[in-house]
């Protein structure tokens, strides 16, 4: 089924009298006035008295995520995703008996509702790392509405996070097959690439990458790891250092990335020189954390393993250097 109304809460339905949807449409009333006290207590007495109702679990893990409360967001909203799949299920063979057309016409506004309850649940997901439940509320999303980019996006997303790249790029390749024009979905398959140790193709997408969105502090940071992966430094170095020029207000990754190229090179001077300015305006890098965090640095990305430890020797060298012993 393609999607093509747009997207929408489906939440007008009639309430009941003392029933589990009278409270949802309570509870939604004060979603909109932003009393998101009012809506968990409205979805609690919703799931109490219809424990099937996914939709409540959703609304009311989306107002405890918004009230700071993390791990109860992730239950709910986890829950919301499971009682969804058995509402899909439902409403399929509900179109089987009676056919796509009158199943689109019946239940089109809440399968509408459901996809976007998975979708708002797997961002959130996503961004607490919790890829699994991204995944399979994005698998939901998916199979209701098979032709929007937006789910194999984000669950391109989540099995990068699971560290599935295969099929991170699978689903990258659809997006932009739906959608040619998503930059964002052609900076993460280069990155897929390269974690896949297809440079030539990952080099491929940065060069395309470079027409359409022009200069971009990430694109020559993670271009410069794929050179940095074929042992190609100079090169690697000098798309660090361009992402130093572009990103002049933080001042963070490239400067990082092109200190540990220089200490691979076997420039310490201007390695020690460009860690100066770096670890200055990055707290968590400095001692006692500077090993600790620098090997963390080499484990996310690899192909900086070996030039991380090339810093650690050059800055230890340093402080243990006649220059800089006090007495």
Excluded at 6 to 23: L, M
Excluded at 249 to 278: D, H, K, R
Aim: glycine share 8%; with cysteine.
């Amino acid at each position: 089924m393609s999607k093509k109304a747009p997207r929408r809460p489906a939440h007008k339905q009639q309430p009941g009298a003392d029933t589990g949807d009278k409270y949802y449409q309570t509870g939604m009333q004060c979603a909109e006035k932003e009393d998101y006290v009012g809506v968990i207590q409205n979805m609690t007495r919703a799931i109490q008295l219809s424990p099937e109702l996914g939709r409540a679990y959703y609304q009311r893990g989306l107002a405890r995520y918004l009230l700071g409360d993390a791990e109860g967001a992730v239950t709910d909203l986890a829950n919301s995703v499971d009682l969804n799949s058995a509402a899909i299920a439902s409403l399929m063979e509900m179109g089987e008996m009676a056919g796509e057309e009158m199943m689109v016409r019946m239940a089109g506004p809440l399968l509408e509702e459901i996809f976007e309850a998975c979708f708002e649940a797997s961002l959130i997901f996503l961004e607490m790392d919790e890829h699994k439940l991204a995944l399979a509320a994005l698998n939901q999303a998916a199979g209701i509405f098979e032709d929007e980019p937006d789910v194999y996006m984000q669950r391109g997303l989540a099995y990068k996070g699971l560290n599935n790249f295969a099929k991170a790029s699978a689903d990258f390749n659809r997006t932009l097959r739906l959608q040619p024009d998503n930059k964002m979905a052609l900076f993460q398959r280069a990155i897929t690439y390269r974690a896949m140790g297809q440079f030539d193709k990952a080099l491929v997408d940065f060069a395309e990458l470079e027409k359409v969105a022009g200069d971009i502090s990430p694109l020559y940071v993670e271009r410069g790891m794929v050179y940095a992966a074929q042992g190609q430094w100079a090169t690697a170095l000098a798309d660090f250092q361009k992402g130093i020029e572009l990103d002049e207000e933080n001042f963070g990754m490239p400067a990082l990335m092109t200190s540990m190229t220089l200490a691979q090179m076997g420039q310490t001077q201007e390695a020690i020189q460009q860690w100066n300015v770096f670890s200055v305006l990055n707290e968590l890098f400095v001692p006692p954390h500077t090993e600790e965090a620098l090997r963390e640095m080499g484990k996310i990305y690899p192909p900086m393993t070996e030039a991380a430890e090339k810093l650690i020797a050059v800055l230890a060298s340093e402080t243990s250097s006649p220059d800089n012993t006090e007495g």
